[in-house]
């Protein structure tokens, strides 16, 4: 079976930094990505990890330690507009299995 | 990025009645489609995976017969949720996964109310 597991909601001040947590206990692994979901709207790619480490793209970074099935997501000098919801999704074989995903809620 | 589209982006329909969504990739070609719900505050869940030329695969407790997939080309598949009920009310949305495999891009979603 799959779990996948992150905190349900997050709050933070703009220009702030906030790490949102993701652990998951699958039956396989071959990826694990995240997505940014805006009320309403299809989930957006953010990242892409295959192999422990960090991986870094402009605001947004993300972890991967496969043995403690463990992912982060880094938001830097968030803004108003990442006020979002944020899918950890591990890939098993061609399938995705989502988490609940985690809201984060940026003040001014 | 590649783009995929949906359509249509809403639906109100009666109890009973039948409705078809359309999933098309717009700049690729996808021999595989997914296709998932969203119910209001949870997450994404896999409902089939749609395969050009073959019948899809659906998860485990996703009725057949009662979500009619059909991949009619290497562009476009589609959902249609049969005899809707109250209860299929929901945030439907496809992904096709880009040629590596290695990002799946998702439509835009169709929001289905059965009244």
């Known amino acids: 079976g799959q779990n996948i597991d992150q905190p349900t909601e997050m709050t933070a001040t703009e220009g702030a930094i906030v790490q949102i947590n993701c652990t998951y206990q699958?039956?396989?692994?071959?990826?694990l990505f995240w997505y940014q979901q805006h009320a309403g709207e299809a989930p957006t790619f953010l990242s892409y990890n295959v192999l422990d480490g960090l991986e870094e793209k402009g605001r947004f970074s993300s972890f991967l330690s496969r043995s403690k099935g463990y992912s982060y997501l880094l938001l830097k000098e968030l803004q108003m507009k990442d006020s979002a919801s944020y899918l950890c999704a591990v890939r098993n074989d061609y399938k995705l299995s989502f988490g609940a995903g985690t809201t984060v809620t940026v003040r001014a | 990025g590649a783009v995929v589209s949906q359509h249509p982006s809403w639906v109100i329909c009666k109890s009973g009645t039948s409705v078809k969504i359309e999933c098309r990739s717009l700049d690729f070609q996808a021999t595989t489609m997914f296709w998932y719900r969203q119910f209001p505050k949870q997450s994404l869940m896999l409902m089939a995976t749609s395969n050009e030329g073959s019948k899809a695969t659906y998860e485990q407790g996703v009725e057949k017969d009662k979500f009619l997939i059909n991949h009619a080309s290497l562009t476009l598949s589609t959902l249609t949720v049969t005899s809707a009920h109250p209860e299929d009310s929901s945030f439907y949305i496809c992904?096709?996964?880009?040629?590596?495999?290695?990002?799946?891009?998702f439509g835009p979603g169709t929001r289905l109310t059965v009244l």
């Open positions: 699958t039956s396989g692994f071959n990826g």
């Open positions: 992904s096709a996964p880009d040629r590596g495999g290695d990002t799946q891009y």
